[in-house]
């Protein structure tokens, strides 16, 4: 394994309690649940539902509930998985962000995103089920 995926590792999984999961203990008058069939975290009052399938992921935004404006929105995506690693670059389509190709994922991926809106930034990160 190459130093850097090692560091990169280790800090992910160092900071395991930072993966958000499905459900959250406080109320804000909308919900987390996947409503692509994905894993959804939430950052700052903003879902994202990472879907992923072999030959496209997706990312959805809400933002309190209600879908967010992704016109002017990207996102990268590293995938960790075991010791491969794979970078991916997310774009506009429709209500989403996405990426076709062919992604080398399993039920315990880590994916981190890092997006990118109206120069601001945010981070989500997302164990695959």
């Known amino acids: 394994m190459k130093f850097a995926q090692l560091l990169t590792v280790?800090?992910?999984?160092?900071?395991?309690?930072?993966?958000?999961?499905?459900?959250?203990?406080?109320?804000?008058?909308?919900e987390h649940k996947p409503m692509h069939g994905g894993v959804v975290v939430e950052v700052k009052d903003m879902d994202y539902e990472l879907v992923v399938k072999p030959d496209v992921l997706q990312l959805y935004l809400r933002d309190h509930g209600k879908?967010?404006?992704?016109?002017?929105?990207?996102?990268?995506?590293?995938?960790?998985?075991?010791?491969d690693k794979q970078e991916v670059e997310l774009k506009p389509a429709?209500?989403?962000?996405?990426?076709?190709?062919?992604?080398?994922?399993?039920?315990?991926?880590?994916?981190?995103?890092?997006?990118?809106?109206?120069?601001?930034?945010?981070?989500a990160r997302f164990v695959l089920k």
């Open 10 to 30: 280790l800090a992910l999984s160092t900071s395991g309690a930072s993966f958000a999961a499905d459900k959250h203990d406080h109320d804000h008058g909308h």
């Open 67 to 83: 879908p967010a404006d992704i016109s002017k929105t990207s996102a990268k995506l590293t995938l960790l998985s075991g010791s």
């Open 94 to 123: 429709g209500d989403k962000l996405e990426a076709k190709g062919s992604f080398k994922t399993t039920a315990s991926t880590k994916v981190v995103a890092v997006i990118s809106s109206a120069g601001k930034s945010s981070t």
